[in-house]
C-alpha cells in the first residue's frame, strides 16, 4: 500500500474519477458495501447478472452488462458501479475516455471459500438444491475446479497472468484493495477516496446457516491451501501491506475529517 498515493486521493477526493468501479469478488462484504455506497454516491448502477439465463454464458452476459454501463456513461453520469465483474472484463472501462477508479475487497481465503458453501447450500442460494445435489460434503464443492483461486481469477488481467504480476498490476491500476476482516476502517477509507467519508450502515447477508458450516481437519485445511495457492499468496500480501500502514491510515482518516471540520468552522464563522 503507497500511503503517499492514498493520501493524494484522499486529498483529490472529488476529482480523482468520474467512475469508481467496485470488483465484486463473492463472499466479501461486497452486497453490504455497494448497497451503502449506491446511496452516497449517486447516480450507481449496479451491473446484475440473471444466473438463471441459460441461454448466454456468464462471460458474454458480463461482457453485455459492462457495454450497457459504457453506453449509459454520457447521459447518466454514473459515479459508482458495481458487480460480479472480473477486471479482466472491466478493464473495458479504461478505453471510454473517462477516469475511472477500480477498487475491491478481499477475504481470507478460506474464510471465504467456506462462506460460499454455507450460502450455495442454503435457501437463499436460488440454485442451492441442485448445489447440495451436485455435492454433498464439502471436500466434493472445493475440489470442483472452477471454485478454487477465485480472488485471482476475478482480478487477474488474463488467464497467462501469473500471482506476482498480478499483484504488481492491482498496485498500479487499483485504487484501493480492502479487507473484509477490517472492513470498518477499509469502508472509510473506500469512502473517503470515493468524496465522502462515513461509516458503513448495512451488514447483510450474514451467514444464516450456522448448522451448514463444515467441520475442518488439519489435512483439509491444508488441501484447500495447496489449492487456492494464489489466492492465499495475494491475500497475504495485501494484508501485510495493509497491517503494516494501518495506524497510518486510520490517523490520515482523522485528520482528514479535522480538516473538514476546521474548514467548516472557519467558513461559518467567517460568514458572520
Request: glycine share 2%; net charge positive.
Amino acid at each position: 500500500m503507497n500511503i503517499e498515493k492514498l493520501n493524494r486521493l484522499i486529498a483529490n477526493r472529488r476529482e480523482n474519477f468520474d467512475l469508481l468501479f467496485y470488483v465484486h469478488i463473492p463472499k466479501t462484504a461486497g452486497t453490504s458495501l455497494c448497497t451503502d455506497m449506491r446511496k452516497r454516491f449517486n447516480p450507481s448502477m449496479n451491473l446484475w447478472m440473471n444466473y438463471a439465463d441459460d441461454e448466454m454464458s456468464w462471460h458474454q452476459q458480463r461482457l453485455s452488462v459492462v457495454k450497457t454501463l459504457i453506453s449509459r456513461m454520457p447521459e447518466e453520469r454514473f459515479r459508482f458501479a458495481h458487480g460480479h465483474i472480473p477486471f479482466s472484463v472491466a478493464v473495458r472501462l479504461m478505453h471510454t475516455g473517462y477516469k475511472i477508479g477500480f477498487a475491491t475487497f478481499i477475504r481470507e481465503p478460506l474464510s471465504r471459500l467456506v462462506s460460499s458453501y454455507v450460502y450455495q447450500k442454503s435457501a437463499a442460494h436460488p440454485h442451492h438444491q441442485r448445489v447440495r445435489r451436485d455435492h454433498p460434503t464439502f471436500e466434493s464443492f472445493y475440489r470442483m475446479q472452477n471454485l478454487q483461486n477465485q480472488t485471482h481469477k476475478f482480478l487477474r488481467l488474463d488467464t497467462r497472468q501469473t500471482v506476482p504480476e498480478t499483484i504488481d498490476m492491482l498496485e498500479r491500476q487499483f485504487c484501493f484493495i480492502g479487507l473484509q476482516e477490517d472492513y470498518e476502517l477499509c469502508f472509510r477509507t473506500l469512502s473517503a477516496i470515493a468524496g465522502e467519508q462515513f461509516k458503513p450502515q448495512l451488514f447483510m447477508n450474514k451467514m444464516k446457516s450456522p448448522d451448514l458450516v463444515p467441520e475442518l481437519s488439519p489435512d483439509t485445511i491444508e488441501e484447500i491451501k495447496a489449492l487456492n495457492a494464489a489466492d492465499f499468496e495475494i491475500y497475504e500480501h495485501f494484508a501485510s501491506l495493509w497491517m503494516e500502514n494501518r495506524d497510518t491510515v486510520e490517523q490520515t482518516l482523522l485528520n482528514h475529517r479535522h480538516g473538514l471540520f476546521s474548514r467548516f468552522t472557519d467558513l461559518f464563522l467567517n460568514s458572520r
